[in-house]
Protein backbone atom coordinates (compact mmCIF):
# COMPACT_ATOMS: atom_id res chain seq x y z
CA UNK A 1 0.00 0.00 0.00
CA UNK A 2 3.18 2.20 -0.53
CA UNK A 3 3.02 2.93 3.61
CA UNK A 4 5.79 2.07 6.19
CA UNK A 5 4.76 -0.22 8.49
CA UNK A 6 6.42 -2.48 11.20
CA UNK A 7 5.71 -6.40 10.66
CA UNK A 8 3.65 -6.16 13.86
CA UNK A 9 1.18 -3.70 12.44
CA UNK A 10 0.67 -6.20 9.52
CA UNK A 11 -0.45 -8.49 12.36
CA UNK A 12 -2.74 -6.25 13.67
CA UNK A 13 -4.14 -5.26 10.86
CA UNK A 14 -4.76 -8.73 9.88
CA UNK A 15 -6.08 -9.99 12.67
CA UNK A 16 -9.16 -6.97 12.91
CA UNK A 17 -9.60 -7.96 9.38
CA UNK A 18 -9.86 -11.69 9.49
CA UNK A 19 -9.32 -13.16 13.37
CA UNK A 20 -7.22 -16.08 13.63
CA UNK A 21 -5.43 -15.65 10.43
CA UNK A 22 -2.99 -12.66 11.69
CA UNK A 23 0.02 -15.24 11.47
CA UNK A 24 -0.66 -16.61 8.34
CA UNK A 25 -0.99 -13.46 6.76
CA UNK A 26 1.61 -11.65 8.14
CA UNK A 27 3.75 -14.63 7.15
CA UNK A 28 2.44 -14.57 3.42
CA UNK A 29 3.06 -10.33 3.74
CA UNK A 30 6.52 -11.32 4.83
CA UNK A 31 6.95 -13.78 2.04
CA UNK A 32 5.96 -12.01 -0.90
CA UNK A 33 7.97 -9.23 0.34
CA UNK A 34 11.59 -10.42 1.13
CA UNK A 35 10.67 -13.00 -1.90
CA UNK A 36 10.94 -16.28 0.68
CA UNK A 37 9.10 -18.96 1.15
CA UNK A 38 7.34 -19.50 4.82
CA UNK A 39 6.02 -22.95 5.34
CA UNK A 40 4.42 -22.98 8.24
CA UNK A 41 3.92 -20.13 11.15
CA UNK A 42 3.08 -20.53 14.95
CA UNK A 43 2.40 -17.52 16.63
CA UNK A 44 2.18 -17.83 20.54
CA UNK A 45 0.35 -14.57 22.56
CA UNK A 46 2.40 -13.87 26.05
CA UNK A 47 -0.35 -15.71 27.95
CA UNK A 48 0.69 -18.79 26.01
CA UNK A 49 4.11 -17.86 26.61
CA UNK A 50 3.88 -17.26 30.20
CA UNK A 51 1.40 -20.57 30.63
CA UNK A 52 4.02 -22.43 28.49
CA UNK A 53 6.45 -21.99 30.93
CA UNK A 54 4.46 -22.09 34.08
CA UNK A 55 3.40 -26.06 32.68
CA UNK A 56 7.40 -26.64 32.26
CA UNK A 57 7.29 -25.55 35.96
CA UNK A 58 9.26 -22.81 35.14
CA UNK A 59 12.43 -22.45 33.56
CA UNK A 60 16.36 -21.26 34.47
CA UNK A 61 17.77 -18.29 32.74
CA UNK A 62 21.86 -17.53 33.24
CA UNK A 63 21.02 -13.45 33.80
CA UNK A 64 24.19 -12.32 31.72
CA UNK A 65 23.89 -8.63 32.89
CA UNK A 66 22.07 -7.47 35.83
CA UNK A 67 19.58 -4.58 35.34
CA UNK A 68 16.75 -2.29 36.42
CA UNK A 69 13.87 -0.89 34.13
CA UNK A 70 12.16 1.59 35.84
CA UNK A 71 9.21 2.19 32.98
CA UNK A 72 8.38 -0.99 32.36
CA UNK A 73 4.55 -0.76 31.20
CA UNK A 74 1.70 -2.27 33.54
CA UNK A 75 -1.47 -3.34 31.31
CA UNK A 76 -2.71 -0.97 28.59
CA UNK A 77 -2.96 1.88 30.08
CA UNK A 78 -2.00 1.24 33.54
CA UNK A 79 1.03 2.96 33.89
CA UNK A 80 4.70 1.81 34.88
CA UNK A 81 6.23 -0.04 37.72
CA UNK A 82 10.12 -0.58 38.25
CA UNK A 83 11.74 -4.27 37.50
CA UNK A 84 14.95 -5.57 38.25
CA UNK A 85 16.64 -9.08 37.06
CA UNK A 86 20.34 -9.59 39.19
CA UNK A 87 23.21 -11.30 37.30
CA UNK A 88 23.62 -14.55 37.83
CA UNK A 89 21.40 -18.24 37.59
CA UNK A 90 17.52 -17.33 38.23
CA UNK A 91 14.61 -19.82 38.06
CA UNK A 92 11.59 -17.96 36.70
CA UNK A 93 8.08 -18.46 35.99
CA UNK A 94 5.92 -17.49 32.84
CA UNK A 95 5.84 -14.01 34.46
CA UNK A 96 8.81 -13.04 35.32
CA UNK A 97 10.47 -14.94 31.78
CA UNK A 98 7.89 -12.68 30.24
CA UNK A 99 9.16 -9.37 32.11
CA UNK A 100 12.82 -10.39 31.53
CA UNK A 101 12.56 -11.22 27.83
CA UNK A 102 9.82 -7.50 27.03
CA UNK A 103 12.16 -5.15 29.13
CA UNK A 104 12.80 -1.89 26.84
CA UNK A 105 14.48 0.91 29.11
CA UNK A 106 16.63 -1.75 31.17
CA UNK A 107 20.08 0.37 32.76
CA UNK A 108 23.45 -1.15 32.59
CA UNK A 109 23.14 -1.77 28.67
CA UNK A 110 19.96 -3.65 28.44
CA UNK A 111 17.71 -1.01 27.34
CA UNK A 112 18.72 -1.52 23.54
CA UNK A 113 16.69 -3.63 20.99
CA UNK A 114 20.07 -6.08 20.84
CA UNK A 115 19.98 -6.39 24.79
CA UNK A 116 16.36 -7.69 24.39
CA UNK A 117 16.90 -9.79 21.39
CA UNK A 118 19.12 -11.09 23.08
CA UNK A 119 17.64 -11.59 26.56
CA UNK A 120 14.95 -13.11 24.31
CA UNK A 121 17.12 -16.18 22.77
CA UNK A 122 18.19 -16.61 26.82
CA UNK A 123 14.92 -17.21 27.25
CA UNK A 124 14.07 -19.50 24.48
CA UNK A 125 17.48 -21.75 25.29
CA UNK A 126 16.41 -22.30 28.58
CA UNK A 127 12.70 -23.04 27.00
CA UNK A 128 14.63 -25.87 25.14
CA UNK A 129 16.99 -27.19 27.74
CA UNK A 130 13.40 -27.80 30.11
CA UNK A 131 12.14 -29.41 27.05
CA UNK A 132 15.04 -31.54 26.86
CA UNK A 133 15.60 -32.28 30.73
CA UNK A 134 11.80 -33.44 31.47
CA UNK A 135 11.88 -35.59 28.38
CA UNK A 136 9.17 -34.02 26.62
CA UNK A 137 10.09 -34.12 23.22
CA UNK A 138 10.08 -37.80 22.76
CA UNK A 139 6.89 -38.29 24.97
CA UNK A 140 3.52 -37.10 22.42
CA UNK A 141 1.51 -37.51 25.53
CA UNK A 142 3.98 -34.72 27.44
CA UNK A 143 3.64 -33.01 24.17
CA UNK A 144 -0.27 -32.66 23.87
CA UNK A 145 -0.59 -31.41 27.17
CA UNK A 146 1.51 -28.81 26.80
CA UNK A 147 -0.54 -28.13 23.98
CA UNK A 148 -3.46 -28.04 25.82
CA UNK A 149 -2.14 -25.82 28.40
CA UNK A 150 -1.54 -22.70 25.38
CA UNK A 151 -3.75 -24.05 22.73
CA UNK A 152 -5.89 -20.82 23.15
CA UNK A 153 -3.54 -18.73 22.65
CA UNK A 154 -1.67 -20.53 20.05
CA UNK A 155 -2.19 -19.10 16.00
CA UNK A 156 -0.50 -22.07 13.35
CA UNK A 157 -0.99 -24.10 10.01
CA UNK A 158 0.25 -26.99 11.75
CA UNK A 159 -2.13 -29.88 12.98
CA UNK A 160 -1.12 -31.13 16.34
CA UNK A 161 0.21 -34.08 14.28
CA UNK A 162 2.53 -31.97 12.60
CA UNK A 163 3.73 -30.21 15.53
CA UNK A 164 4.46 -33.78 17.10
CA UNK A 165 6.55 -34.46 14.13
CA UNK A 166 8.59 -31.36 14.15
CA UNK A 167 9.32 -31.80 17.72
CA UNK A 168 12.22 -34.08 17.76
CA UNK A 169 13.74 -31.29 16.06
CA UNK A 170 13.79 -28.67 18.77
CA UNK A 171 16.96 -30.49 20.30
CA UNK A 172 19.15 -30.06 17.51
Do not use: C
Not at 23 to 47: K, P
Not at 120 to 126: E, F
Not at 135 to 140: E, N
Amino acid sequence: SGRFEKINAVHAYAEQEAPGEGAARTAQAFAQLFDVRIDHVIRVDFQGFTKLIDALGGITVNVETGFTDASYPVGESDGWKTVSFKKGLQTMNGEQALVFARSRHGNNGEGSDFARSRRQQLVMLAVREKLLSLGTLGDPNKLADLYQAVRQHVQTDLSVWDLLKFAPLAGE
